[in-house]
């Protein structure tokens, strides 16, 4: 799903990184290309990334604007690929690009996730 969801929004400022912090990176080889997985997948057996961010739950999905800040967030799966989360994904984009450097609390909830639980939240 995150590689439809990244072919989706390619030529977007948008870019998909994934962070593996269980397995060993022999492991992480054979599942890349067991899945053909081509975003990046990066390595954290120490988990300062899951520290850092304050990671509560697995998965957890971040998404930072150009200053590598968070600027919103999601727990859980999703089906990152559907036409409703990539229309979201796509509204989420253009709020980033327009209101990131705002201060203060700002919420993004697009329409299609506002019922559903773990919705996408800007901070």
């Known amino acids: 799903m995150l590689e439809k969801m990244s072919a989706g929004l390619k030529g977007e400022k948008f870019e998909v990184l994934a962070i593996?912090?269980?397995?060993d990176e022999e492991r992480v080889g054979d599942l890349v290309k067991k899945l053909k997985i081509t975003v990046p997948v990066l390595l954290d057996p120490?988990?300062?990334?899951?520290?850092?961010?304050?990671?509560?739950?697995?998965?957890?999905?971040?998404?930072?604007?150009?200053?590598?800040?968070?600027?919103?967030?999601?727990?859980?799966?999703?089906?990152?690929?559907s036409p409703e989360m990539m229309e979201a994904l796509q509204e989420l984009i253009e709020f980033i690009q327009t209101r990131s450097s705002m201060h203060g609390q700002q919420r993004f909830v697009h329409s299609s996730t506002k019922r559903q639980p773990g919705n996408i939240a800007a901070r």
């Open 46 to 81: 120490g988990r300062r990334a899951t520290v850092a961010f304050g990671v509560r739950s697995h998965p957890m999905h971040y998404f930072l604007n150009h200053r590598g800040q968070v600027v919103a967030l999601a727990s859980g799966f999703r089906q990152w690929d």
């Open 20 to 23: 593996n912090i269980a397995e």
